[in-house]
């Protein structure tokens, strides 16, 4: 069973910061994955915050993060991170964890998801 299952949510002040992190599990190879974080607070359409590539060299960001989460991944441990810092209460949100993985022999990428971790900033 591929599994991703994500951590670290809770509640945190305005300013704040959390570190959210997401395991996966029965993957062939976690390293060939691309990976992404997206959010999608309630009443609103499910955004996309953070990627990082397989080999984890390159990196991108929402405009509404940039300067403030970082997200990185240990293959090692078949895991990736989002650090949070200089949180608002506009990033309150249910987080995902994205597995992606394509090749031009592919008709449509593997695509995984978590079930998500609850962030919820408020003083």
């Known amino acids: 069973q591929v599994q991703l299952v994500e951590s670290g949510g809770g509640l945190v002040q305005p300013g704040g910061s959390v570190r959210l992190s997401c395991v996966a599990s029965?993957?062939?190879?976690?390293?060939?994955?691309?990976m992404r974080w997206h959010r999608q607070a309630p009443g609103k359409e499910r955004e996309w915050v953070a990627y990082?590539?397989?080999?984890?060299?390159?990196?991108n960001y929402a405009d509404s993060v940039k300067g403030r989460f970082t997200i990185s991944r240990d293959d090692a441990k078949n895991t990736v991170y989002l650090q949070m810092n200089s949180l608002e209460p506009e990033d309150t949100a249910v987080y995902y964890c994205?597995?992606?993985?394509?090749?031009?022999?592919?008709?449509?990428?593997?695509?995984?998801w978590g079930r998500g971790t609850q962030v919820t900033v408020s003083s």
């Open positions: 994205h597995a992606q993985y394509f090749s031009s022999s592919m008709r449509r990428p593997y695509d995984y």
């Open positions: 029965g993957f062939s190879s976690f390293t060939i994955y691309a």
């Open positions: 990082i590539s397989s080999g984890g060299s390159n990196t």
